[in-house]
């Protein structure tokens, strides 16, 4: 079950539609590989469509650091893009690719094409001659210009007030048969009066698009929010990305090729963006008084949080401003708190995510203060002003005021100071709020059938094994488990006897002693229990065709307890007819042993 994880991760997976309409104008297959270190990529033979793009491929990394412990998680993908030319049905061959040494194999395809009417060529567009036209990928050494291959960016809005955010958006253009492997940025973008947020793109999803009467393969590669920081026309640089293309080396030969990943090499070429012009408002004037410098759309909420309204207790004031906007450029409000509390510098948590939108969330602030005096006070009103950009107006958020009646309190100040530096450290507050899980979109083979059919054939296995122990163990003790389980029981209940000698009651020792071993005989010999005097108990015994010595040992015993609890007086010591007893369960013990022996080695009639 440990090993099935690893062997799910390591598969070429192929996502593609089982049928397609003569009349689409493209579908895509995608090869997807959980690494990002592939090898060889062999493609699949591919016949019946007219591809448009591929194959093109996409290499996303992620990283995550739990306690200390950075993951790194890879995925590669490799996509073509196909156009339907003729009705029928079509198989497509295994693709492999090779990760860590091993061979990984894809499964085949077999896609029908059907529907209404026939495939007819698009203005300006030359009909294939025959299926297996196809664009292939351009030899080594052939030029990729810029309308084979261009990076684009722009802005949305690209109208704005003062930090209000604007989205940057790269995305490339690139001509079927160019087969861009990868991009990425040579230097990080410098703004210059501009504060900027990275917004996380993960796997590029490529989509086909045409402009004017050619077809290209689109993607975004990048995002920012930008929020300027002072009005006017801010100018977005230009910025170089590194791109890889993929091209056919057709100096190999063809088994080389074969062996060699079909015979194709990277080759480095480097793009520019243009420059961008981003128009800024400034914001109306006059500003309000108490204008904390938040635009966008936002909330407030303010409560205390304590254990006791004592003074040298510590207490916090905690405001959270929630919404989408530059939350993250937001100063703590100013509060004015009464002399007589002593007052700490506020401590700032961020609970926000960068989004599309804006960055979303919650800035929360902690305003630490001691009451140092017993009174009546009064922490006064709070108000939030911000920026709405959606109508264009200043808006008033407030806080009512709160009231405190602090009692003489018991905190020392050593105790106080320790309380502050452990607020101080890296204590947090328990997080009370419901939490809410989602599972990764990523392959899982938790809860699958899969997983639940391995689960349920291994615990029926273990059933198994468990049920034939079980029905072994009981053969083997049919005969001998009521004697070890009667021996115990017996030398326990001796045990709980001895102890009455402690109380100086060696009558009810000498009953007690009676009991326990009369009621072993009656359970280990079959007697008939409470069957009345102890020569009753001898002469079961002897009806049972006992050694003799077993039964004259075990009269001894019963005769001396009946004498001792008659008379108070025996002939043996409570401690040796302890000993007698415990001799007497160990030579049935033995005695029963030796039955069971000659028992089982007589030969079956």
């Avoid at 290499?59 to 993951?71: D, I, M, P």
């Avoid at 079927?176 to 990275?198: A, H, R, T, Y």
């Avoid at 009370?432 to 059938?449: I, Y």
Wanted: with cysteine; hydrophobic share 35%; net charge neutral.
């Amino acid at each position: 079950m440990l090993c099935l994880p690893l062997v799910a991760q390591l598969q070429l997976e192929v996502t593609a539609p089982q049928s397609v309409d003569i009349n689409e104008p493209y579908f895509q297959i995608k090869y997807t590989v959980r690494s990002a270190e592939t090898a060889d990529f062999r493609p699949p033979t591919i016949q019946g469509f007219n591809i448009l793009s591929g194959p093109n491929t996409s290499v996303s990394r992620s990283f995550s650091s739990v306690n200390g412990r950075t993951k790194s998680e890879g995925q590669t993908v490799y996509t073509y893009t196909l156009e339907p030319t003729t009705k029928g049905t079509f198989h497509i061959s295994a693709a492999a690719v090779v990760v860590g040494g091993k061979t990984l194999h894809a499964k085949a395809l077999t896609i029908k094409v059907d529907g209404q009417g026939s495939r007819k060529p698009e203005a300006g567009q030359a009909a294939p001659s025959s299926p297996n036209n196809q664009p292939p990928l351009r030899r080594a050494g052939t030029a990729v210009t810029t309308s084979d291959l261009s990076l684009t960016g722009h802005l949305s809005p690209k109208k704005v007030y003062e930090q209000q955010a604007a989205v940057l958006t790269y995305e490339f253009l690139e001509k079927p048969g160019v087969g861009l492997s990868q991009v990425g940025l040579n230097q990080k973008p410098d703004f210059k009066d501009i504060v900027s947020q990275e917004v996380p793109v993960g796997q590029i999803n490529a989509t086909t698009t045409r402009v004017g009467q050619t077809l290209y393969r689109t993607g975004v590669i990048g995002r920012y929010l930008l929020y300027p920081q002072k009005s006017g026309k801010l100018t977005i640089p230009s910025i170089t990305f590194n791109c890889t293309v993929v091209q056919r080396d057709a100096i190999l030969d063809p088994l080389d090729a074969f062996f060699n990943g079909g015979g194709t090499m990277g080759v480095n070429v480097n793009r520019q963006t243009q420059p961008l012009e981003l128009e800024v408002m400034p914001l109306p004037s006059p500003r309000p008084q108490g204008f904390s410098g938040g635009v966008g759309e936002m909330h407030i909420d303010g409560k205390l949080i304590y254990s006791d309204q004592a003074t040298g207790e510590m207490m916090t004031y905690r405001i959270t401003i929630s919404g989408v906007g530059n939350l993250r450029l937001l100063s703590a409000p100013s509060i004015a708190f009464p002399t007589d509390f002593e007052t700490y510098t506020p401590k700032v948590t961020d609970n926000t995510e960068v989004t599309l939108e804006g960055v979303k969330g919650q800035m929360v602030f902690d305003y630490t203060f001691v009451p140092r005096n017993v009174g009546h006070y009064e922490i006064p009103a709070i108000s939030f002003v911000y920026f709405d950009p959606v109508v264009g107006e200043y808006k008033t958020l407030t806080l009512p005021a709160k009231s405190l009646d602090i009692h003489q309190g018991t905190l020392s100040e050593d105790e106080l100071e320790a309380i502050r530096r452990m607020r101080e450290g890296d204590i947090r507050p328990i997080h009370t709020d419901k939490s809410h899980f989602t599972p990764s979109d990523g392959h899982r083979l938790w809860n699958t059938v899969g997983y639940w059919l391995a689960y349920v054939v291994i615990v029926g296995i273990l059933l198994l094994l468990k049920q034939a122990t079980k029905g072994y163990a009981h053969l083997k003790g049919s005969v001998s488990g009521h004697l070890n389980k009667a021996s115990k029981v017996a030398l326990r209940r001796l045990k709980s006897a001895k102890k009455l000698l402690k109380t100086a009651d060696e009558r009810s020792y000498y009953s007690a002693l009676a009991a326990v071993v009369s009621d072993y005989l009656c359970r280990q010999c079959g007697l008939q229990e409470n069957s009345g005097s102890t020569q009753q108990t001898i002469n079961q015994l002897r009806e049972k065709d006992l050694p003799e010595t077993l039964i004259n040992e075990a009269a001894d015993i019963l005769q001396q307890c009946d004498m001792a609890g008659f008379a108070a007086q025996s002939e043996a010591t409570p401690e040796k007819l302890y000993e007698q007893a415990v001799n007497l369960i160990s030579h049935f013990e033995s005695a029963y042993k030796q039955s069971r022996q000659s028992t089982t080695k007589q030969p079956q009639s």
